[in-house]
């Protein structure tokens, strides 16, 4: 007789070795995307324009964390946030590019302030402005 319950536990195993292994491709490409990226960063030239403040934006993600260790969330739960910063700058072609930006240096900025962008790639060096 065939007994559904034995299959899905004989099955168990399989599953969760592909899971896993889902998992650690996922995190291999994701690895590599990101090497990658930062090689040819390193790579490009380091370069300043005359650019200005086109936009400032923000990007906040909210995490609920189980309290007290408790995964099943019994005792409650915390609210962990992470923000991230974004600043598009716009040079005198009309091009704009957007860059991630430290929280500092987002909030000594103000849109429409103009100077001199300095970027390697798609990494943000510096704004000094005129």
Known sequence: MFDTFDFFWNLFPLLFSLGLL??????????????????????????????????????????QVPAAGDPTGAS????????SYYVTFQIPS?????????????????????????FQGTRFLSFEKR
């Open 22 to 63: 889902s998992f650690a491709a996922f995190a291999v490409v994701i690895i590599v995307i990101t090497l990658r990226r930062e090689k040819q960063n390193d790579a490009a030239p380091r370069l300043t324009v005359s650019a200005f403040v086109a936009e400032k934006e923000t990007d906040v993600t909210y995490q």
């Open 76 to 83: 409650g739960y915390f609210t962990h946030s992470t923000t």
């Open 94 to 118: 009309g091009d704009r590019m957007r860059f991630s930006v430290s929280e500092t240096v987002y909030h000594t900025l103000t849109e429409r302030e103009s100077g001199n962008l300095s």
